[in-house]
Each structure stands twice: as C-alpha cells, then as structure tokens.
C-alpha cells in the first residue's frame, strides 16, 4: 500500500492504490484546503515533496490551469490527484 506523508500535518498513513487525495477533505483533518473539487478554483493546490511520478498522471485541464496560476513544476492540484505510490506532499504556499 502507497504511503502518504503530509508534512505540515503530520499525517504518515498508508493508503489504498488508487486513493483520491480529496478524499482527504471527507476522512481527515488537514490543512490542504478544498474548494470546487473540480479543478477550477485552486484552493487545493499542494507541493510534491517526493514521489512526484507516484502521483496520478497531470491532465491537460489542471496543466493549463496550473500554469494559468504559475504553478511551478512540483505544484498539483490534489482535487485531481490520485495516489499511486509513496509521496510526501504539504499545502502550496
Ligand atoms: S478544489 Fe478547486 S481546484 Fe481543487
């Protein structure tokens, strides 16, 4: 099972394959935040850490607009990111 580390909330959990990060709005207290929880507002966006590839690959929709918000390259939105490996992620500043 992929671990998911949440640096800024001491979260070190084991998760499901597969396992949608907004799900984490539902089942957990953290500080990354959640809004439209469809990729359009950005109130999600988060750092990768580590384990940037263990994420669910980057579709056109949140590329443009992450680079609509310049994101850099570690940014994602994690309303779109499913968990398919270790990662260490905290809320983007
Ligand atoms: S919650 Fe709005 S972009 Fe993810």
């Given at each position: 099972m992929p671990k998911l580390k949440i640096k800024s909330d001491k979260i070190d959990m084991e998760v499901a394959?597969?396992?949608?990060?907004?799900?984490l709005a539902e089942e957990h207290d953290t500080s990354i935040l959640f809004g439209?929880?469809?990729?359009?507002?950005?109130?999600?966006m988060i750092k990768v850490i580590?384990?940037?590839?263990?994420?669910s690959k980057i579709e056109d929709d949140e590329k443009d607009f992450l680079e609509s918000m310049a994101?850099?390259?570690?940014?994602?939105l994690a309303c779109q990111c499913k968990v398919k490996g270790d990662v260490v992620i905290e809320p983007s500043e």
């Open positions: 394959d597969d396992y949608p990060l907004i799900n439209c929880r469809d990729g359009a507002c950005g109130a999600c580590e384990g940037k590839d263990n994420l994101g850099e390259e570690d940014e994602r």
